[in-house]
């Protein structure tokens, strides 16, 4: 049974910075693409963050500079650091996991875990 437990959301001041941590069980975790996704109220879930397998890391825009996605392959967990938060930055925040082999895509979510910004 493949799990995705996602931790380290809140509340936060402009300005501020968070931590996000999601921790894979029942997946093979190093050969999997690791994703962050944002949710906003009324709004489709976006990309926020992706790291490959390799480590090769890429960003949304709106968040190049601010936030950046590692992983720790040991540990079966990928994190995503957050600064400079803005409220527009406020979300339900999904950590997900792809791999694609050959014409099987293996695609797992977590439960979210809210990030709200504000003052």
């Known amino acids: 049974q493949v799990q995705l437990v996602e931790s380290g959301g809140g509340l936060v001041q402009p300005g501020g910075s968070l931590r996000l941590s999601c921790a894979a069980s029942g997946i093979i975790f190093g050969t999997y693409t690791m994703g962050w996704y944002r949710q906003a109220p009324g709004k489709q879930r976006e990309l926020v963050a992706a790291i490959t397998s390799g480590g090769s890391a890429n960003y949304e825009d709106s968040v190049k500079g601010r936030f950046t996605i590692s992983r720790e392959n040991a540990k079966n967990t990928v994190y995503l650091h957050m600064n400079s938060l803005k409220p527009e930055d406020t979300a339900v925040y999904y950590c997900?996991?792809?791999?694609?082999?050959?014409?099987?895509?293996?695609?797992?979510w977590g439960q979210g875990t809210q990030v709200t910004v504000s003052s």
């Open positions: 997900n996991a792809k791999r694609d082999i050959r014409v099987v895509v293996y695609d797992y």
